[in-house]
């Protein structure tokens, strides 16, 4: 009868520790993919920034040491994320196969110019620095047009603002969500085990020496949770890259680590202080009030 009892109570301890382990790593995956978009919100926008395209289109009769000048000076500038030489030839192509059909035949002649594409760094696209931009590369007497997308450049920034604030602002809320909801499960879990606690008191044990193995019990319980989210949190970007291609900028092993070491940190800070304050309150209160 003994042993039935004893397998009982290990079933019991384990239904216990498991669901504790479930339910806070599932808080911890949220947490950990959360704080995976925040660390990576600036590197996410200047990608999508980065996408914007000034064309620089050339007159036919610029000469070509002007135009390598151009393609040099525009490589160094520090506003530069990339530069690509488009010919009238190499552009005329592409439309036709965008089309499905050679509009030179019915024009006779290519109206297509020279042109340059420049794609500039995140922090540049804006407004007012493309214009800027603009300007300085207007003067050059063989640019015939300047042209960019400005709804594009304005709604882009506004957007990646709002979304910026958006994201810090559901990821305090599941921060606090995830305090609350670890701290619960912990208090229940010692709930459970108010009368051990106070038979150990009544017979003299002291209070560190009670508190001591429900905080290291809890505290490893908060590791594996973590662990699991972590491993979780790995596993989805991994994979996600096979659906969303640009999710390899969350793979960055620099913010990941962040990251991972910030949900252990979490984990066994909220672990430790939910079981040494929920033990201690059971130690403070008197024998007739646990029932």
Known sequence: MSKQT?????RRVFRSYFGIV????????????????????????????EQVVLTIFIDDNAKEVEVNQLETMLKL????????????????????????????DFLGYNPLKDAI?????????????????????????????LVFDRPLVNLLNENIERARLLLLACCFFFLALSIILIHNSIRLSIYAKRMIIKTMQLVGARKRFIR??????????????????????????ANAQTYL???????????????????????????????SWATQ????LKTQSLY
């Not at 004893?6 to 290990?10: A, F, I, K, P, T």
């Open 245 to 275: 291609p640009g999710i390899d900028l969350l793979m960055n092993p620099q913010t990941l680590l962040i990251s991972f070491i910030g949900v252990f940190l979490l984990s066994m800070l909220i672990s430790s202080i939910s079981a």
């Open 77 to 104: 500038a520090a506003f530069t994320r990339s530069v690509a030489y488009i010919s009238k030839e190499q552009a005329a192509t592409e439309h036709s196969a965008d089309i499905g059909e050679d509009f030179m």
């Open 6 to 10: 004893h397998r009982y109570q290990r």
């Open 281 to 284: 309150r059971y130690l403070n």
């Open 212 to 237: 001591r193995p429900f905080i290291r019990t809890y505290l490893l319980l908060g590791m594996i949770s973590a662990l699991i989210a972590c491993l979780g949190v790995w596993a989805l970007v």
């Open 22 to 49: 479930f339910s806070v790593s599932l808080i911890l995956f949220v947490v950990g993919v959360l704080s995976l978009l925040v660390l990576n919100a600036r590197q996410v926008s200047q990608h999508v920034k």
């Open 117 to 145: 594409d420049l794609r500039l760094k995140g922090d540049y696209v804006t407004t007012h620095r493309v214009d800027s931009i603009s300007a300085f590369l207007a003067e050059k007497p063989f640019v015939s047009e």
